[in-house]
C-alpha cells in the first residue's frame, strides 16, 4: 500500500449526497484523490456512468473533469472507499445525513454506522472528519466508538469541519468559502487538515477545538435563522402599520453591525439544514440544563409564516372549499431540486385539508416533489399551472419565474389575483397590469 508524504492528500467521502458530493468532487478539484462513497447503489451506479443523483448548477462538470483526470473516484463500501485502487485514505470525511427525530434531536445513527466502519477498515493513522452537522459533543460518541471497534489499537484523530455550503451555490460555495473551520484534537490532525485545504487559496481559516466547531455549526445556522424569522416578524408589523418592509431592511442592513444579508421577509425558511439545525440545537441546549427559548421563538415565527399564503387566501377568497389554487414553485429554494422541509409542503397540506384544487408547478424539484405531495395536479410550466387558478401564489422564487410573461399569466386564470410569497415581483407594476397582487410586508 502507497502512503502519501506530498501535498495531495488521499481521502475517503462518505456519503454522495449534497454536501459529500459537492465535497467529494471540490476535494479533488483542489488536487487531492478523493473516493465518493453511498451506501445507495443506484446513486453510485448513476455517479459512475457519469449521472448526477442531484441538481446543482456546475456540478456535473466538476465532477466529470476530476473523474476523467482520475482524481474522483466511487465505492459502494467504507471499505472500498478506505482502500481504493492499492492507496489507503488518510482523512475519511463524514457526510451523511442526520435527520431530526421525533423529540426534535439530530438522529445520528448513520454516523454510528460510519464510524464502526472506519474503525474496522483502518490500518494506519486516520483523520476522521465530521464533515455532516452534529451537534457538539458528537466527536466523543464517534471517539468511543472508533475505540470500541478498533482491535489493533490504531492511533486516529477526529475532526470538525462543518460544510457551510448553500444548495443552488454549493460548488461556488465550497470552493469559494467566507472561511473554512477546522477543529482539531492534535497537531497531526492539525497538520493533514492544513494541507487538504491549502491549495484553497485566499480561504480564512478558523483552527479551534473540535467542540467549539461542531458549535459553531449549530450557532451560524440557528443566528441566520434567527435573522430570517425577526425580518419576517417585522414584515407582519409592515403590514398592520403601513411600512414597507424592504425600506425597513435596506435601512437596517446598511448598518455595518446588522448586514443587509437574510433580511429578505417571505414565506418562511425550510430545507435540510435550518429548521432541524434549530431544533437540535434547540434539544442540545435543554439537554445541557438551558432553555434556549429564543430558539422555539424562531421556529414559531417561521411555522407561522409558512402559513401566510394559507391565510391571505382566506382573507382574499373566503372559503377555500373548491377554489382552484396555483402554486408556483415547489423547491424549497430556488436553483435546487430539493423538497425536504420544503414550506409548499405544508402549505399544501393546509389547503388540501379545507378543500382547495391545488395545481404545481416547478422548474426542477417536480419528480421529487410528486412523491411528497399527494392529490395535487402537476402543471407542465407556469402557465399550465395558473390555467383556470382562482389565486396564483408564488412560493419558491425561481430565474424564471421572474421573467414570466404576466399578461400571458392574467389572460389563464380565473381571477387576477396573485400572492407573492417571496417579494420577486415590483408592486405597483403587478397592479398596472391588472393583478390583484399582495406581498410579504409591502403596501
Ligand atoms: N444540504 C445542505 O445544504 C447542507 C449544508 C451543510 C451541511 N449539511 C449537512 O450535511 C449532512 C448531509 O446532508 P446532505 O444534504 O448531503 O444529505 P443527503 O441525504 O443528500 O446525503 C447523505 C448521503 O449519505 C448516504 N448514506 C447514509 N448512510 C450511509 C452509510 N452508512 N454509508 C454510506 N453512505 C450513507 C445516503 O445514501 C445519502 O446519499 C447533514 O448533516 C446536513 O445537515 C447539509
Known sequence: MKNNKNSKVDICVVGA????????????????RVVCVDSDPAKIKMLEKGVMPIYEDGL????????KAGRLHFANSVKAGMHHGGRRAEAVFIAVGTPPREDGSADLSAIEKVSEDVATNMTDYTVIVEKSTVPVATCDWINKTINRNNSRHLPFDVTSNPEFLREGTAVRDFLKPDRVVLGVSSPQAEALMRRIYKPMKGAELVVTSV???????HASNSFLSTKISFINAVATICEKTGAN?????????LDRRIGPAFLKAGIGFGGFCFPKDLEAFYWLSSQVGYDFEMLKTVKNVNERQKMWLVKKLEEELWNLEGKTIALLGLAFKPETDDMRFAPSIDIARELLKRGAKLRGYDPV??????????????AADAYDCAKGADCVCLVTEWHEFAKLDQKKLLSLVKHPIMLDGRNLYDPAKMRSLGWTYMSVGRP
Not at 19 to 25: D, E, F, P
Not at 60 to 67: C, I, P
Not at 211 to 217: F, M, T, Y
Not at 245 to 253: I, T, Y
Open 17 to 32: 449526497g449534497y454536501v459529500g458530493l459537492v465535497s467529494g468532487a471540490c476535494l479533488a478539484e483542489l488536487g487531492h
Open 211 to 217: 467542540k467549539s466547531a461542531e458549535l459553531i455549526k
Open 245 to 253: 418592509v424592504e425600506d425597513v431592511a435596506r435601512g437596517m442592513g
Open 60 to 67: 456535473e462538470s466538476v465532477v466529470k473533469k476530476n473523474v
Open 365 to 378: 424539484s417536480q419528480e421529487n416533489a410528486k412523491k411528497i405531495i399527494k392529490g395535487i395536479y402537476f
